[in-house]
């Protein structure tokens, strides 16, 4: 008997925190979804029937078009990409780059730090004051909806522009609105995110402020962080390809081109030259209702890589050291209570552990990669030779968590 993937609780800990990220079920997530539904559509997507990591990967691209970065390497002057997300009027990044940069910028970055934690708060200064009950949002958002799904910046001369860090927090909030979950990323230079896929049964990394992914240039498999961060410290770092993707209908050219030769993509040949060497997550992210004076966030650094040399990470005070199953934990199910019977075969109870959503949960049950098929049960017996077998849930909002894997 092998457990080979398995959720597991974590434990309240001296120095480490407790995880808390965005719950799928409060009122004002679940009311985000009409717009991110009209948002996917524009993409040929469905909020309720698409992949999750179609829709990770489309809310990754339409973010960036609706939270544009200062950084005029993403949209250098002359380029066309992601123009649709202004004004007509407006439509020369030449001009928007002299606009949005130098000192603009800092004092951007400033305001949206001054604005916390609360990730739905600062949200709304974009998108217009929630109707939780609804789903209808006010007109006094710095972007307007100028078509279904289509997002313009209202003024150009007021819009602020959003760094790295901001942008992701807003990442976090809608993704949790079609079941997504996903932590804040630390990394030298740069936040980014990650989200647990859970088709995928794995995080992958997400960049909005980048728009883009990455895959390994020779299985073209999508890398989680932890293959990031490995290739990173290991020279292998020319082995983690970028990938983009298509844009909404109404604006589908390639928004950020990858430019090797310019900053416009994280693993470029100008920038971070020891790619993703320090990584941590943020822990706590649930913060929605809680004053600016209460919050307090915290994050886990893995104890691996450059992290000696980089400041702040190398303060352990404030940033605690954790393995990799607590700074990336697997959510969904896990085995309880395992026991090995003496005539052969194992019992297990099933919990569902990290998981944002709500119960009551339904178990799902599969063997050897077969269909899945409901399990009624909270906990199994598997006799020996039964094969490898995959047990995940299905959560109230309809959901599906991460696998737990045993093979007997």
Known sequence: MRIVTSAKLL???????TLSPVPFDHAAVRALRPMLGRILGRYGLNIDSSSRLDIADALRDSGARRELHPHPPLHPAGST???MSVPPASRNWGTLNTLWSGQRAVDDNTWWAGLGYDYLTRWQKMYGTLNTATGALAADGMMQEVESGWWQVRDVA??????????????????????????????IGHDTKVSFIAELNRWIMQCRTYNETYVHALTGERLTPLQVHEMSISGQRHLIRTVKRAGPDYDP??????NPATDSMYFSDVAHAGGMSVMGT?????????????????????????????????????????????????????????????GGGVSFGLGVFNWPGAGPYAFQKRVNGGAWADHALDGDFLARGAGRVDYRARDSLGFYTGWATIDV
């Open 282 to 342: 943020f822990q706590i992210n649930n913060f929605l209702g809680v004053p600016v004076a209460a919050q307090r966030p915290r994050s886990v650094q893995l104890a691996t890589g450059d992290l000696p040399n980089q400041a702040p990470f190398n303060n352990a005070a404030s940033f605690p050291r954790a393995l990799a199953d607590r700074v990336f934990p697997h959510l969904g199910v896990g085995f309880i209570r395992v026991q090995e019977q003496a």
């Open 253 to 258: 050219g390639t928004y950020i081109p990858a």
């Open 81 to 83: 990409a992601g123009l």
């Open 158 to 187: 007021s819009y602020r522009t959003i760094q790295c860090t901001h942008q992701h927090f807003h990442s976090i909030l809608e993704s949790a609105a079609v079941g997504i979950p996903e932590l804040l990323v630390n990394t």
């Open 11 to 17: 434990p309240a800990h001296l120095t480490l925190p």
